[in-house]
């Protein structure tokens, strides 16, 4: 990459993360679908042309942080849903730090209920983990399908509340605390 390549390609990442961060300052304020692109670009000091450049409007953008996002904590889950049982723990308390750190984006995501939302992904990609790693294991799910799926459903969507309400209250425990309580209450279930 030439020197010019290279500082083109800071000044678009830096312009991507400047929109991505004003994006996520104005949505604090109103829903997306009343944000401008114009508002947006004198939020973060950029030409509505450079704008257009990297999105093809605000939902575009909002797409693109989204995705990015999704894909990292099904991620996380698919890592953590294939661990040992000894590390768990430190693969959960890693994933928090995640939400932490993305809470209002991810909090975002948490209140999609479509279909296709964060908690129909997390439950299928759940369910389709466990029940393939059981057959790993050399053998079927221990539990009847009928009862696996309340289970999972229980431990995935009981999870998924605890973490918003943990989000929602601005972290009020540290990762670890909460990595042992989820870790207490939904692993035994799923041995």
């Not at 004198?42 to 894909?71: C, K, S």
């Not at 939302?117 to 299928?124: D, H, K, R, V, Y």
């Amino acid at each position: 990459m030439s020197g010019k390549e290279h500082k083109n390609d800071i000044r678009a990442r830096y312009t991507r993360r400047v929109l991505r961060d004003c994006l996520l300052l104005l949505l604090e304020k109103k829903p997306l679908r009343r944000i401008t692109v114009r508002e947006l670009c004198e939020a973060a000091a950029v030409n509505r042309a450079t704008f257009y450049a990297h999105y093809t409007d605000i939902f575009d953008l909002m797409e693109q942080l989204t995705d990015g996002l999704r894909a990292e904590i099904i991620d996380h889950v698919r890592a953590h849903m294939l661990e040992s049982d000894e590390n768990k723990r430190p693969s959960l308390v890693k994933f928090l730090r995640l939400l932490r750190e993305n809470a209002f984006l991810y909090l975002l995501l948490a209140r999609d209920t479509e279909p296709g939302g964060m908690s129909a992904q997390l439950w299928l990609q759940t369910r389709a983990l466990y029940l393939g790693r059981e057959r790993l294991n050399g053998g079927p799910p221990p539990l009847p399908d009928l009862h696996l799926r309340f289970v999972l459903i229980h431990a995935v969507h009981g999870s998924c509340a605890a973490l918003n309400a943990w989000l929602q209250a601005d972290a009020p425990i540290p990762e670890d605390a909460l990595a042992d309580l989820i870790v207490s209450n939904t692993h035994p279930l799923l041995r």
